[in-house]
């Protein structure tokens, strides 16, 4: 079984930064692809960003290119979304997840394929 984790939401102005994380306890992380997705108000869950176990690859949706970056420390067992440049449009419940996978260079892009979940961090971006 693996408990996720996620920290560092919080308040900020349009135009700021925040770093998320995500620690796993349970397992180690090196053949987990983990991903971060968000869901706002009103809306479903969407992928932000994700990344293959041995973080060679990522993949990014259209409005996180350019601002956020995903990355892990399978030492420490963390995951990371760093978000820049923030916008109100930003504000969500951002949720980490991970998915058992041998492959190292695999990339999940869908929630369905995500075998564990965090219960959340509350980002909200002020305008």
């Known amino acids: 079984q693996v408990h996720l984790v996620e920290s560092g939401g919080g308040l900020v102005q349009a135009g700021g930064s925040l770093r998320l994380s995500c620690v796993s306890s349970?397992?180690?992380?090196?053949?987990?692809?983990m991903g971060w997705f968000r869901q706002a108000p009103g809306k479903g869950r969407e992928l932000v960003a994700a990344?293959?176990?041995?973080?060679?690859?990522?993949y990014y949706t259209d409005s996180a290119k350019g601002r956020f970056t995903i990355s892990i420390d399978n030492a420490k067992n963390t995951a990371y979304l760093q978000m820049n440049s923030l916008k109100p449009e930003d504000t969500a419940i951002y949720y980490c997840?991970?998915?058992?996978?041998?492959?190292?260079?695999?990339?999940?892009?869908?929630?369905?394929?995500?075998?564990?979940w965090g219960r959340g961090t509350q980002v909200t971006v002020s305008s």
């Open positions: 997840a991970a998915r058992s996978i041998r492959s190292t260079g695999y990339v999940a892009m869908s929630s369905a394929e995500y075998d564990y």
């Open positions: 349970g397992r180690t992380f090196t053949t987990y692809a």
């Open positions: 990344i293959s176990s041995s973080g060679g690859s990522t």
